[in-house]
């Protein structure tokens, strides 16, 4: 089992920067990548970026590329992903979730692909 936990979310203008952090415990060793997607009310959950452990290859949704940046801290008891989000606008507003996933994939990009996911973090940009 993983456990994750989402912090940073907030309130911020337009324009503005947040950093989100998701600490993961547990058999974090079982996993390939961890990711961050997203949900705004009414709308699917949708994906935002990820990261491979090995190798550190990272990945983007279109909307976020050259904003967002994903980052990880492999300590040795714990494991923590970061979202710095630059640029922000009113459309990023949403619920942010970390995720993890046991599988191999190409791009871990679909919700299918993940098995273990946090509690969810707001993020709130006021134009």
């Known amino acids: 089992q993983v456990h994750l936990v989402e912090s940073g979310g907030g309130l911020v203008q337009a324009g503005g920067s947040l950093r989100l952090s998701c600490a993961a415990s547990g058999r974090t060793y079982s996993t390939y990548a961890m990711g961050w997607f997203r949900q705004a009310p009414g709308k699917e959950r949708e994906f935002v970026s990820a990261?491979?452990?090995?190798?550190?290859?990272?990945?983007?949704a279109d909307s976020v590329k050259g904003r967002f940046t994903i980052s990880r801290d492999n300590a040795k008891n714990t494991v923590t992903v970061y979202l710095q989000m630059n640029s922000l606008k009113p459309e990023d507003t949403a619920v942010y979730y970390c995720?993890?996933?046991?599988?191999?994939?190409?791009?871990?990009?679909?919700?299918?692909?993940?098995?273990?996911w946090g509690q969810g973090t707001q993020v709130t940009v006021s134009s």
């Open positions: 990261i491979r452990w090995s190798g550190g290859t990272s990945y983007y």
């Open positions: 995720a993890a996933s046991r599988y191999y994939s190409r791009t871990y990009s679909t919700v299918s692909e993940y098995d273990y």
